[in-house]
């Protein structure tokens, strides 16, 4: 059912996708994960619609940064990836998603969270167990998993996030950064085909903050993990995602490679949180200064205006 | 004015959050207080207000050991507003969560319902006056536990975390209105990992690792010491990096802010030069 790979690559030996790619449950192939056509929805007793014709294709091996201001839908279109809108929240849904090939108007969350993972900013708020891979059970256990695959997964799990070492102590007593590992151990052990991360480092220390980042992006890149990342804050992961999508009053306003998207003058008028190197390199460009294409890191914004040095 | 003089804390688990802190916050004071997880940053502006009592040292609020005075009313003078909104808010509308602090500290009803428009419209939340806390957004949650504590004016306001779930629009308000209420005289202390967000407000940095203070200073001495940063696991603003990855041109050290690096830079690249 789950889109990973049995074995954990490591090093530079990398999984092929093509392992990556299974069939979905009405047997066909399938590239994309999430498809929205004209998705449209109002919460229940409420006037305004918090998703506008929303289409959306999200192909397997993605690794998608959802961004736009307070409000503007984002955390609304995640909880349709798992059907808790409609199900759970009722309200009125027009248009279609499917995810993993299942519609959420005809699958209960319970089918669709099989293949779709959460992990929230405040792992406090996920986490209630003694020891880590008591917390990773419990999502298994509620599936009646046997045993011995239920071993088998946890430890897998533990591996892929690096906390094996953590496993008999009780969450609580875990540094912030390790906690939110462990949250993403939980639904690795699940199996999912995507993992949705609502700001999961939030909480955590620029470092801590960093390194959760770059576990995610190896999840993805190495093990082909559809990643859905939401986040405000771009400039710790222009240089990992491989698209962003920026949304605006229920819409999507701009989607495209992170490059392309901060050039955009759309999402400048936006007022998103634009690294602020890919400020400055704005300035310069509106200064008739042209610097190549629009930088999303620091090292490229240094290696530009050292190639403009005038001596 | 806070003083905190030689303070351990220890959690009644055993852990020592807090080991020999000696600190003053002077009155009209911004300041940003950063470290690792688990440095301690919390643990000590729990003690600000009361709500944590010192194992070993003294806190004093004006002068008033928090030993010696109660939780409510220590919290008149110095306001906490939680880093996790859900530990605060209880109340079955967001009107009524402002108006609960307020009733408590015995304004009047006609006073409750100024301030209690006055902050909502500050923190762009009228539209969820009705609203349960609970229907909210992450951020919207936590501008509401903002505003429930700016609504009785306390002349020290303690942010734990303020710009997590913020996006950039109502961060540069959070900004403004924070240099704001701090020009107005009050004090603001704010714990965040947020190095952009103290670049820009430029506030005095004390920086925390292992339940000490390892550094106090300016914002821009304190963000542009590396060594000092990597100690307490914080990335230097981008700007400094940017700086200091191009340092062998004769740039200055101690810059935090854009335009500051934009004006150094014009020069390096000859914008704004004739010929």
Not at chain 1, 47 to 55: D, H, M, T, Y
Request: charged letters at 25%; aromatic letters at 6%.
């Amino acid at each position: 059912m789950g889109c990973l790979p049995l074995e954990v690559s490591r090093g530079p030996g990398k999984v092929s996708s093509i392992e990556l790619i299974r069939s979905n449950e009405l047997g066909r192939e399938s590239l994309s994960i999430v498809e929205a056509h004209d998705l449209s929805y109002t919460y229940p007793a409420s006037e305004a619609p918090a998703l506008k014709g929303v289409n959306l294709t999200i192909q397997r091996g993605e690794m998608v940064v959802l961004t736009g201001p307070s409000g503007c839908g984002k955390t609304t279109l995640c909880r349709c990836f798992n059907g808790l809108i409609p199900n759970f929240y009722g309200g009125e849904l027009q248009g279609d998603i499917t995810v993993a090939g299942l519609s959420i108007k005809e699958h209960s969350t319970s089918e669709l969270a099989q293949h779709v993972g959460f992990v929230f900013q405040n792992p406090e708020n996920q986490l209630f167990a003694l020891s880590v891979e008591k917390d990773i059970a419990f999502g298994l256990e509620n599936l009646a998993i046997p045993r011995e695959e239920m071993r088998r997964r946890i430890d897998r799990a533990m591996d892929m996030v690096g906390i094996a070492d953590l496993k008999d102590i009780a969450p609580f007593e875990l540094s912030g950064g390790q906690q939110q590992r462990v949250a993403i151990a939980c639904v690795l052990a699940m199996q999912p085909d995507l993992i949705v991360l609502d700001e999961p480092t939030s909480f955590l220390d620029p470092v801590a903050a960093r390194n959760l980042f770059e576990i995610i992006s190896s999840l993805n890149r190495d093990l082909g993990l559809t990643t859905i990342l939401v986040e405000h804050r771009l400039d710790l992961l222009s240089t990992y995602a491989t698209r962003v999508i920026v949304m605006d009053e229920g819409a999507i306003v701009a989607d495209g490679a992170p490059r392309e998207v901060f050039a955009s003058k759309e999402v400048e008028a936006l007022g998103i949180g634009l690294p602020k190197v890919t400020r400055l390199f704005r300035m310069f460009s509106e200064q008739g200064l042209s610097l190549g294409k629009p930088v999303i890191s620091v090292d490229e914004l240094a290696r530009e205006i050292r190639r403009r040095v005038v001596k | 004015m806070i003083e905190v003089r030689d303070l351990y804390y220890t959690y009644p688990s055993g852990v020592q959050a807090v080991s020999g802190v000696t600190v003053t916050i002077r009155d009209k004071e911004f300041v940003a207080i950063m470290g690792e997880n688990g440095a301690g940053k919390s643990t000590l502006v729990k003690h600000f207000n009361g709500i944590l009592k010192p194992t070993k040292g003294e806190v004093l609020v004006d002068g008033r050991p928090t030993t010696k005075a109660s939780v409510a009313e220590l919290s008149r003078d110095v306001g906490l507003v939680f880093q996790n909104p859900d530990h605060q808010l209880f109340s079955e509308t967001v009107e009524e969560e402002i108006a609960f602090g307020l009733r408590n500290f015995g304004f009047g009803e006609k006073d409750i319902e100024e301030r209690t428009a006055w902050v909502l419209s500050l923190l762009d939340l009228m539209r969820y006056r009705k609203a349960s806390p609970f229907i909210l957004s992450g951020g919207e949650r936590k501008r509401v536990a903002l505003a429930s504590v700016l609504a009785w004016d306390p002349k020290v306001i303690v942010l734990d975390e303020p710009t997590i779930g913020q996006d950039y629009g109502q961060k540069e308000k959070l900004r403004q209105f924070v240099l704001e209420i701090n020009e107005q005289g009050r004090s603001v202390v704010m714990v965040t990992h947020d190095v952009e967000f103290v670049a820009d407000c430029s506030p005095r940095v004390i920086v925390m690792s292992k339940g000490r203070i390892v550094g106090d200073g300016e914002a821009n001495e304190i963000l542009t010491d590396a060594e000092l940063l990597s100690r307490a696991s914080i990335i230097p603003p981008q700007i400094t990096q940017l700086l200091d990855q191009l340092s062998d041109l004769g740039l200055p050290r101690h810059v935090i802010d854009l335009h500051q690096a934009k004006t150094l830079l014009d020069r390096l690249v000859g914008v704004g030069v004739e010929g």
